[in-house]
Antibody, heavy 117, light 107 residues
Framework: EVQLLESGGGLVQPGGSLRLSCAAS????????MTWVRQAPGKGLEWVSV????????YYADSVKGRFIISRDNSKNTLYLQTNSLSPEDTAVYYC??????????WGQGTTVTVSS | DIQMTQSPSTLSASVGDRVTITCRAS??????LAWYQQKPGKAPKLLIY???SLESGVPSRFSGSGSGTEFTLTISSLQPDDFATYYC?????????FGQGTKLDLK
């Protein structure tokens, strides 16, 4: 079964950092780009970042550029999102998703990040 | 960045109704548009890709159309399970962008 499982969320103070993880199973992880999408409480979906299958190409939303770093370890079938300089506006559920040529076809259940003092 | 605009933001309908949601792109995205359904507390689910192709397992009452900058999602006969929030997303260029969502609720 194809599955994504996020972890690493929690409560963090403004200015702090968290590393989110997404463990993948059931598919050839290194063959697919992987994406992070977030959703603030009561708000819509916001695309955050993507990384190519090899890890050599990355893109970021302007809202996180320079603060977040996406990476992957294909030997561990795991995707990461290092979130730095967090502000209350980064409070959200963070989803990882597998990006096929036709869209985001597999999603994790999400991990919650709360930025508050 | 490409802006995606959905309308309406909220749609009230009854079981059995035919409903249509519109998504407009700020520039041409060819047919690189996907539709997702999200229920409260759950991850989004891919419904439609390439503007009009039905994802495996999705009921045939869902359909999509359009190309360029204007797209629609139609549900031909609403079922109780369809009351949810729907998002369009362009995957023509990075950064990918979502519409703001359309909440479909029971009239």
């Amino acid at each position: 079964e194809v599955q994504l499982l996020e972890s690493g969320g929690g409560l963090v103070q403004p200015g702090g950092s968290l590393r989110l993880s997404c463990a993948a199973s059931g598919f050839t992880f290194s063959s697919y780009a992987m994406t992070w999408v977030r959703q603030a409480p009561g708000k819509g979906l916001e695309w955050v970042s993507v990384i190519s299958g090899s890890g050599g190409t990355t893109y970021y939303a302007d809202s996180v550029k320079g603060r977040f770093i996406i990476s992957r370890d294909n030997s561990k079938n795991t995707l990461y999102l290092q979130t730095n300089s967090l502000s209350p506006e980064d409070t959200a559920v963070y989803y990882c998703a597998k990006e096929d040529w036709y869209g985001l076809d597999v999603w994790g259940q999400g991990t919650t990040v709360t930025v508050s003092s | 960045d490409i802006q995606m605009t959905q309308s309406p933001s909220t749609l009230s309908a009854s079981v059995g109704d035919r409903v249509t949601i519109t998504c407009r792109a700020s520039q041409s995205i060819s047919s690189y548009l996907a539709w997702y359904q999200q229920k409260p507390g759950k991850a989004p689910k891919l419904l439609i890709y390439k503007a009009s192709s039905l994802e495996s397992g999705v009921p045939s009452r869902f359909s999509g159309s359009g190309s360029g900058t204007e797209f629609t999602l139609t549900i031909s006969s609403l079922q109780p399970d369809d009351f949810a929030t729907y998002y369009c997303q362009q995957y023509n260029t990075y950064p990918r962008t979502f519409g703001q969502g359309t909440k479909l609720d029971l009239k």
